[in-house]
């Protein structure tokens, strides 16, 4: 009897042994013997993918896991569980976000720390809020979108690339921050030319207008372009002789400037002086060339109009004869251009002019003789006053009358000037 309930006690001993190492075993799992710091969360909304177990992370560290999660239907409580030794790390008004790890996979609570950090780290039994900045609003709302397009796609094939890409980033995560934090670096450079960005980029539009405009003239082109090339194409052999005379020209001519540079050269030299006196006068030639060009057939119709030679001419005082010695030529007149009023010229015309050529004009020069001197005669002195007369020309149309087989009163003026200085002064018989 004593032995049998020896036994029995051994039995239970050992049940409640194994119940021990069950219910420790259970604890250690549960991390009960961890130190841990309690603290809590409230949340308005939380997904399905959060669960108990959980990471905590804050800057991608873990600090700590999810312990439980309750509802009350409008809300959710959150008890995490943070490790000790990164409490010191975690300022006490941080705010908590919760990111998926992956597309698909669960999502973790990330501690998000203030841009003012508060000087007290958090501590066993706080509340931690949500975060509900414009950024983590947009996050969710991003999430919440994206979640029916990865319902409309296969979502094996998303899962496959999303973990190649995983593996392919795995351990590079130093260098994917180093690049993050250059890409910061200019993007904070770039801030203040972005309203030169921005007026380029209008001004890139309005250029990409502009070509859309001319788009079809360059296409046109393009299509001449085209035609060209093809009848170079067609036309190589021609082309190919054309090239080959021309070389055998710029042989020809090379020889030919080779053996007359110096005439050329001196051909020049010869020609420097007039073309130099040619530019010197070259502001006649457009008056000169306007005056030819205004002398139309109107003004010649109105010299003969009625048949009738309608001019104006003087008779001016005659040059004295050559004199050996005196009037050696020579060009010592000196004024530069004159267009002598053309286009429109003075009517009628001063011929006053004195050109020095080298000749002595007595009737300019010499004051003992008088104009008249230079003129025929006949046609100074007193004989002078009947000249173009009414008189003179009912005269000279009775003369020439019986010759012409006209009247007198149908001679014409020109009558009285032609035949006027050789009848004065002579003697005439009409028979």
Request: negative net charge; proline residues 7%.
């Amino acid at each position: 009897m004593t032995s049998r309930i020896r036994y029995q006690a051994y039995g239970i001993a050992l049940v409640v042994v194994l119940a021990l190492l069950v219910g420790i075993s259970i604890a250690a799992y549960q991390k009960r013997f961890t130190p841990v710091v309690d603290v809590t969360v409230k949340a308005q909304t939380v997904g399905t993918q959060l669960n108990v177990g959980g990471d905590v992370k804050m800057r991608g560290v873990v600090v700590g896991e999810i312990r439980q999660i309750t509802s009350d239907g409008r809300s959710a409580t959150i008890r995490l569980a943070l490790k000790p030794e990164q409490v010191r790390h975690i300022p006490a008004n941080s705010s908590a976000r919760f990111v998926p790890k992956t597309l698909f996979g669960e999502r973790y609570v990330d501690l998000r720390p203030p841009q003012i950090a508060s000087t007290r780290t958090i501590g066993r039994g706080d509340v931690i809020p949500e975060d509900r900045s414009a950024a983590a609003l947009a996050l969710n709302r991003v999430l919440d979108d994206l979640l029916p397009l990865l319902r409309t796609l296969e979502p094996d094939k998303v899962q496959a690339t999303l973990n190649a890409l995983a593996t392919a980033l795995e351990g590079r995560g130093e260098q994917i921050g180093d690049n993050l934090e250059r890409l910061d670096t200019y993007l904070r450079e770039i801030n203040p030319h972005l309203p030169a960005i921005k007026h380029d980029i209008k001004a890139i539009a309005e250029v990409a207008k502009m070509y859309d405009d001319v788009i079809p003239d360059l296409a046109a082109t393009l299509r001449h372009v085209s035609n060209t090339a093809q009848t170079v194409s067609e036309k190589e052999r021609t082309l190919q002789e054309f090239l080959t005379s021309t070389t055998t020209f710029a042989v020809t001519a090379r020889d030919f400037l080779g053996r007359h540079e110096a005439r050329l050269i001196a051909v020049g030299d010869v020609n420097r002086p007039t073309l130099e006196l040619l530019a010197r006068y070259s502001p006649e030639y457009p008056c000169l060339l306007a005056g030819l060009a205004e002398s139309d057939n109107e003004q010649l119709a109105k010299t003969f109009e009625n048949r009738r030679l309608h001019i104006t001419m003087e008779i001016i005082k005659a040059r004295p004869a050559y004199q050996p010695g005196e009037d050696a030529p020579e060009w010592t007149d000196k004024r530069g251009p004159d267009c002598r009023g053309l286009p429109d010229p003075d009517v009628p015309y001063d011929p006053g002019i004195h050109f020095e050529d080298g000749t002595q004009d007595d009737g300019y020069n010499n004051p003992g003789r008088s104009a008249e001197s230079g003129l025929p005669p006949g046609l100074g002195g007193p004989s002078a006053r009947v000249t173009g007369t009414a008189a003179e020309k009912r005269t000279i149309g009775a003369l020439v009358a019986p010759v012409t087989g006209k009247s007198a009163d149908e001679a014409p003026d020109i009558t009285t000037l032609l035949f006027g200085p050789m009848a004065r002064g002579t003697a005439v018989s009409v028979s």
